[in-house]
């Protein structure tokens, strides 16, 4: 394991180094949607987020999935993270002071983006801010109950909840029934609008049921998100109409992924959010490896290229959007709702 900011690329024996987007992302960005608990080292990860400006990192829990890992984990990762980030400066900067000619990939990005972040002040005293989804996961569906319902709701009651998710229907694995799915489903948009949080939605392969349960159960007014967009532009249409969210990840960079960069390319930018998945999804040429927050930075990079904004003024601006969007839909204040539940 590589205690630095770096990024590397297994290969078959070894691993190489892969510079970072260059020259360095303008300003902040956010990845609104990671599971933090099933990263093999969330602290080390927040703290590379820290060199590389991601600075709000959305993380997702079920609860039937022992929720309690990320609930009772994520001031421990955070803690752990701000006491670790001059280790994580001091090896970035020693490792790239002391980098062979031809360390880096010679097509896959260079050292100058790297070089950049090396020399940012290692008395950084701020990690990410971190805010959590909760929702029961339509793979899920099948373990519905009144109990498990009855955990949710406390669950949402916490203040570091701020979205109900991820929830909806998922028709290619169909892990619960389908039948099962669409009502949890709108169980869940029901909750959404009794809490007054955003939806952050899980759909593949059933977009048309899913839209069809929130035009009959309402879309709810704190938003709805669609997580990992899989859907060309003309599909997406009728949900960017009733004002959803897309939310884009390591996916925009594959090959087989025409479709979704159309949809990339036609969310409005107030609409547009950018994610990982982490630790799946992960962006090419990463693939196979495990992702995590931080590699936030190679799909906004390749984001702001897809939309024709080049580096400098263009692409801050559009990631400034993205960031701004994310933090307005996903880090409120507690709602009305959560003040009058939460247990403490």
Same mark, same amino acid.
């Given at each position: ?141 099948? &373990?519905?109950? /009144? ?8 669950? $949402? @009651?916490?203040? %570091?909840?701020?979205?109900? *998710? =991820? ?122 490896? &495990?992702?995590? /927050? ?8 390749? $984001? @702001?290229?897809? %939309?024709?904004?080049?580096? *400098? =003024? ?31």
């Amino acid at each position: 394991m590589f205690r630095d900011a770096l990024f590397y690329k297994k290969r078959r024996h070894d691993f190489r180094l892969v510079g970072s987007p260059t020259p360095v992302l303008e300003v902040p960005i956010a990845d609104s949607h990671a599971h933090l608990q099933m990263i093999s080292d969330p602290a080390l990860s927040l703290a590379r987020c820290a060199v590389h400006r991601v600075d709000f990192v959305v993380t997702v829990a079920d609860p039937s999935e022992r929720p309690e890992e990320t609930y009772d984990g994520l001031d421990t990762w955070r803690a752990e993270a701000l006491r670790i980030l001059p280790e994580v400066f001091k090896a970035t900067r020693s490792h790239l002071q002391n980098l062979p000619t031809g360390a880096v990939a010679p097509d896959e990005g260079g050292a100058p983006g790297d070089e950049a972040l090396s020399f940012r002040c290692p008395c950084t005293t701020q990690v990410p801010e971190v805010r959590i989804a909760c929702g029961l996961h339509p793979h899920n569906a099948k &373990e519905w109950s /009144p109990d498990l319902e009855q955990r949710l709701r406390s669950l $949402l @009651a916490d203040p %570091r909840t701020s979205v109900l *998710g =991820e929830v909806g229907l998922d028709y290619h694995y169909d892990l619960s029934p389908r039948d099962q799915q669409r009502d949890v489903f709108r169980r869940q948009v029901a909750l959404a609008h009794e809490c007054g949080l955003p939806l952050m939605l899980h759909i593949r392969d059933a977009h048309d049921d899913a839209f069809q349960i929130l035009e009959e159960e309402g879309w709810p007014t704190a938003g709805v998100e669609l997580h990992c967009c899989s859907i060309g532009a003309e599909e997406l249409k009728p949900w960017l109409d009733r004002g959803a969210y897309a939310a884009f990840g390591g996916a925009i960079t594959f090959k087989s992924s025409d479709a979704i960069r159309t949809s990339a390319v036609a969310t409005p930018e107030d609409r547009l959010l950018l994610e990982t998945d982490s630790p799946y999804m992960t962006p090419v040429p990463f693939r196979g490896q &495990e992702c995590g /927050p931080e590699h936030t930075v190679f799909t906004a990079a390749h $984001l @702001a290229q897809l %939309r024709g904004c080049e580096p *400098g =003024e263009g692409r801050a601006a559009l990631l400034a959007a993205t960031y701004r969007t994310t933090r307005e839909l996903f880090d409120r204040t507690p709602t009305g709702w959560q003040q009058s539940n939460f247990a403490g």
